[in-house]
């Protein structure tokens, strides 16, 4: 009976040492997952993986094992760390792309944009710049279906420090005619809130999510920083510059825009555009400077 009792026993053993021996083995397997799961945006790929190899080894132990020579207690050893090494990089990839950890900030922002009944993108940041109330809106959202969709992308893995830049764009939660929450994205991984000590961080799946929703609806890419309006702002001294060095030409009428576009054109230079898809136009005050206006909204 104790002799069988031991044997179960060493069994039982042999089959834990076969589950970190997959596990080491595969150790390669983790960083393949994040690729893949980054690629197709399924989070949880490397902790599957991890369970299959895990009870493959399990199902697999080997021989039992008969004398404890020094290379087999090494052996033994670099399994376990090895294993535990793969562990820990899946459970880290978790609690960086999924927020599965998270129990204090999720509920806590849920609380604050639960009853929203409008979203506003804006073209700004968050309040240390910016002025919400008289930046562009670049996207707005009154369906409560797809509020509740938009809430669902934002989870966190916890804080970060926050960084010296104001974000962009805006992002604000109003309910019944008043703005209940100010927010910014900063860098495409980080939101930060008014009212909230630090940075949100996003999860690593929430980010993606995030700026392909704003490539889609806002025309965003996530390597822009700058509002759309102050960009707009800055092609439009271009152009008066241009129309004001066109006497230098020796030509003594005002130019047109399409006088300039033939300038720029034969310079080897793109004319400058509204990023908002805005249209200029090119008028005179009375002590002749020109003024470029654009017909995108609050880009005057």
Same mark, same amino acid.
């Given at each position: 009976?104790?002799?069988?009792?031991?044997?179960?026993?060493?069994?039982?053993?042999?089959?834990?040492?076969?589950?970190?021996?997959?596990?080491?083995?595969?150790?390669?397997?983790?960083?393949?997952?994040?690729?893949?799961?980054?690629?197709?945006?399924?989070?949880?790929?490397?902790?599957?993986?991890?369970?299959?190899?895990?009870?493959?080894?399990?199902?697999?132990?080997?021989?039992?094992?008969? $004398?404890?020579?020094? *290379? %087999?207690?090494? @052996?033994? =050893?670099?399994?376990?760390?090895?294993?535990?090494? !793969?562990?820990?990089? &899946?459970?880290?990839?978790?609690?960086?792309?999924?927020?599965?950890?998270?129990?204090?900030?999720?509920?806590?922002?849920?609380?604050?944009?639960?009853?929203?009944?409008?979203?506003?993108?804006?073209?700004?940041?968050?309040?240390?710049?910016?002025?919400?109330?008289?930046?562009?809106?670049?996207?707005?959202?009154?369906?409560?279906?797809?509020?509740?969709?938009?809430?669902?992308?934002?989870?966190?893995?916890?804080?970060?420090?926050?960084?010296?830049?104001?974000?962009?764009? $805006?992002?604000?939660? *109003? %309910?019944?005619? @008043?703005? =209940?929450?100010?927010?910014?994205?900063?860098?495409? !991984?980080?939101?930060? &809130?008014?009212?909230?000590?630090?940075?949100?961080?996003?999860?690593?799946?929430?980010?993606?999510?995030?700026?392909?929703?704003?490539?889609?609806?806002?025309?965003?890419?996530?390597?822009?920083?700058?509002?759309?309006?102050?960009?707009?702002?800055?092609?439009?001294?271009?152009?008066?510059?241009?129309?004001?060095?066109?006497?230098?030409?020796?030509?003594?009428?005002?130019?047109?825009?399409?006088?300039?576009?033939?300038?720029?054109?034969?310079?080897?230079?793109?004319?400058?555009?509204?990023?908002?898809?805005?249209?200029?136009?090119?008028?005179?005050?009375?002590?002749?400077?020109?003024?470029?206006?654009?017909?995108?909204?609050?880009?005057?």
């Amino acid at each position: 009976m104790a002799e069988t009792t031991k044997n179960d026993a060493q069994g039982g053993v042999r089959r834990w040492y076969g589950a970190a021996r997959g596990l080491a083995l595969s150790f390669w397997a983790p960083f393949v997952c994040i690729a893949s799961s980054l690629a197709f945006g399924f989070p949880y790929l490397p902790l599957i993986v991890a369970i299959i190899v895990a009870l493959v080894g399990a199902l697999v132990p080997g021989r039992p094992q008969v $004398g404890r020579s020094a *290379w %087999r207690i090494v @052996r033994e =050893v670099m399994a376990w760390l090895f294993a535990a090494v !793969h562990l820990a990089i &899946v459970a880290l990839w978790l609690y960086f792309a999924t927020g599965a950890f998270d129990f204090v900030i999720i509920p806590v922002f849920r609380a604050a944009v639960c009853d929203a009944d409008r979203i506003v993108i804006r073209d700004g940041g968050g309040l240390c710049h910016s002025k919400p109330d008289e930046e562009p809106s670049l996207f707005e959202i009154t369906n409560k279906a797809e509020i509740a969709s938009f809430n669902e992308m934002f989870k966190f893995s916890g804080r970060t420090m926050p960084c010296c830049c104001c974000g962009y764009p $805006g992002i604000d939660w *109003w %309910r019944d005619g @008043r703005r =209940v929450v100010v927010s910014a994205l900063h860098h495409g !991984h980080a939101l930060r &809130v008014e009212g909230f000590v630090g940075d949100l961080r996003l999860t690593v799946v929430s980010s993606r999510r995030i700026q392909k929703w704003l490539e889609d609806n806002c025309g965003l890419t996530e390597d822009e920083g700058i509002p759309k309006y102050q960009y707009c702002r800055h092609e439009r001294d271009i152009i008066e510059d241009a129309a004001q060095n066109w006497a230098t030409a020796g030509v003594e009428r005002k130019p047109t825009l399409d006088d300039l576009r033939e300038e720029f054109k034969k310079n080897g230079k793109a004319f400058p555009s509204c990023p908002a898809g805005g249209e200029y136009s090119l008028t005179y005050g009375e002590d002749g400077k020109p003024e470029v206006k654009c017909t995108a909204p609050r880009h005057d």
